[in-house]
Structure formats: C-alpha cells, structure tokens
C-alpha cells in the first residue's frame, strides 16, 4: 500500500467544516489503525456525524486531508477537490455507512436492498448479486426474512439489512452514525450484536455512539469530542473510566455517578 503506514487505514489531517458561521469541524486531526475500532462520543452538535460524514465525502469538508485505505483526497473547499463520479462511487463502496434511520429503499425486498450497489457500483450479473445478498443476510440473521418489504421489518432488523447492504460493497471500513439510537430499547441488542461481530472478525470500524458500555466493550480507542474539536482520546479504560479532562468527565457523568463532582 502507498501509504505512511500500512496499518493505518484512516488518515485525517487538519479537517476543517463549517455551515454559514457555524464551524463544526475545527482542525480534526486523527488515525485509525487496521482492525481497530473508534468509538466517538460527545454531546449532540459536536461534530461526531459530520466527521463521519466527511470520512464518506457525503458532506465536503472546506479544507482538510483525509485518507481511507488507497483513497485520499485533500480539501480546498470546493467539489472540484472530489473524485469523478466512478470514482467517488468506489470511495464511498469502500467506507461503508450505516445511518440512524436505515434508508433503505421502500420499494424493494431486503435482498433487493443488499443488491442493488452490486448490481449497480460492481456491475455484478443479478444472480450472482442476489446469491451474494442471501449469504450477507444470512450472516446478519435475516435469511427468513430476504423477501419481506422494509414495511414489514422491525427497526432491528431494518438496521440489519442496512449493514448487510454496506458490507455487500466489501468495504475496507465500516462507519455506524448513531445506527440504534432510531431505535426500540429492546432490539437494539440485536444490532450491537451485528456490530460486535464485526468487530471481532477485525473489520475497522468507527461509529458514533451514545451506548457508552458498548464503546467500553467491543472499542480500541475512544473519542470524546466537543465543540467541533478532540478534547480527548485514548483506550476506553482510560476515557471512560478516568479521564483527563473536565469536560469528558462532566459528560460521562450522566452514565457514571462516580464521575461527578
């Protein structure tokens, strides 16, 4: 791999973002390693999504330098920075994203869902694309249910069919934007069990989470973030447990009474 190392996947140097006058993003500096997980957490208005966002080039950053896996691009603010459309497609096939409100298509089967970027990004024959699609519903416990229409899925297993469509792509990394926070209490296991899988099978991840023992259990690293900056980062026995700063323990103080005061 070209890169400075090969065990980074992700690379993100100096992202700037605002909308109007409101900066979201100040100078976001970060790495991810290959097979790791990052956990971000942070207050609603931090930045965490538009960050994830920007790691998929569904939201242009103003200047900046992101690498995910062979892919880079460097910012300057406007489109003419991004890739062709092909090649944006494959940028965006390569980093999965599975959002808080699953956007699939209403009129098509769970495994129409799944295929459709093969059928359509990979060019793959309609066969293969579906035999391809089975086997991934199958992996995230929905073979029974690869005919029904998103209407008659659960919100658990609508987010299921969401990440088996995003693994269809084969991406290098996944990237979860609040994927249970849409969700019942009661199914949300369904989809953190969906997650941790992947993570144990060593897919690099990075996912925006207010399921702190979550992020405790199955992340590497964790973010904090506030205010459009890295307040503090580092593995979860130390950011969530003990951390440094004031502004992380105020935080975590809501999911861990000790930390208060």
């Given amino acids: ?3 400075p190392s090969a065990a980074t996947m992700i690379e993100v140097r100096n992202l700037r973002k605002q909308f109007g006058s409101n900066v979201v993003l100040k100078d976001i500096s970060l790495t991810v390693e290959k097979g790791s997980v990052v956990a971000m957490i942070g207050p609603s208005g931090s930045g965490k999504s538009t960050l994830l966002r920007c790691l998929n080039l569904l939201t242009i950053p103003d200047g900046g330098h992101i690498r ?3 892919h880079a691009v460097t910012f300057d ?21 599975v959002f808080q409100h699953f956007n699939l298509f209403p009129h098509m089967t769970a495994v129409q869902n799944v295929m459709e970027g093969l059928v359509t990004v990979r060019r793959q024959p309609k066969p293969q694309a579906r035999e391809k699609a089975l086997e991934l519903l199958a992996r995230v416990g929905l073979a029974a249910h690869a005919e029904q229409y998103p209407n008659k899925l659960s919100g658990g297993q609508k987010q299921r069919v969401a990440i088996a469509r995003a693994l269809a792509m084969q991406p290098q990394v ?3 934007d ?3 926070s849409a969700l019942d209490p009661e199914l949300v296991g369904e989809v953190l069990n969906v997650m941790k899988a992947l993570a144990d099978e060593g897919m690099t991840m990075m996912l925006v989470t207010h399921e702190i023992a979550f992020a405790r259990e199955v992340a590497d690293q964790v973010i904090f973030m506030r205010d459009g900056v890295v307040v503090e980062s580092g593995p979860p026995a130390q950011v969530i447990e003990s951390p440094h700063e004031a502004a992380t323990r105020s935080f975590l103080a809501r999911f861990n009474p000790a930390l208060a005061g």
């Fill in 1 to 3: 791999m070209n890169t």
């Fill in 68 to 70: 995910v896996g062979d």
């Fill in 77 to 97: 603010g406007t489109a003419a920075c991004l890739p062709g459309d092909r090649k944006l497609a494959e940028y965006r096939a390569n980093t999965g994203m």
């Fill in 174 to 176: 996944m990237l979860f």
């Fill in 178 to 180: 609040e994927a249970t």
